[in-house]
């Protein structure tokens, strides 16, 4: 096995909430190969989110939200490392931002998917654009690589 393909094996992706809700978009009767590898994926641990995401999702009503129930071991929770990382995480924000997103109720994944995934070296997974206090935009900063779904579904080679 190359060395190339060993380490796709053993990259880990940290998806954000709006990708998952994307997947909504692929139904398992018509995609299967799609919600293989994930399942492939979840059991080898190289698909992780957050907690904080678990906790957006758990704000609607549907089957994305039923699929993150069933599959709930992939959202981590805060940890050491994680506490660390927020804080440099933070100080990639405008402040104004910062302070806007925080002060609403309710959860806020963004600083906390990055922050797990510079812990984790993982790629994040996002549909948001590379604009200032965007996942992509912060992440880049970190030296953190962001993908969209499809550029994802390319990376680990699923074909639709």
Known sequence: MDKQFKLLLSQAY?????SLIEFRR??????????????SMIKSGNLIS???VYKEINEGRDEIVDWCKS????????????SIEIKNVQAKYDA?????ETSKTGPWADPWVIALALCEQA?????????PNKIPFIADLLGLKSLNLIDFFRTIGIKL
């Open 123 to 131: 790629m994040i997974i996002t549909q948001e654009r590379n604009k």
């Open 14 to 18: 940290c998806i954000d909430t709006d």
């Open 71 to 82: 599959h709930r071991k992939i959202f981590k929770d805060l940890d050491d490392c994680q």
């Open 26 to 39: 692929y139904p398992k009767d018509v995609f299967p190969s799609v919600w293989q590898k994930i399942e």
């Open 96 to 100: 104004d931002a910062w302070a806007r």
């Open 50 to 52: 957050h907690l904080e």
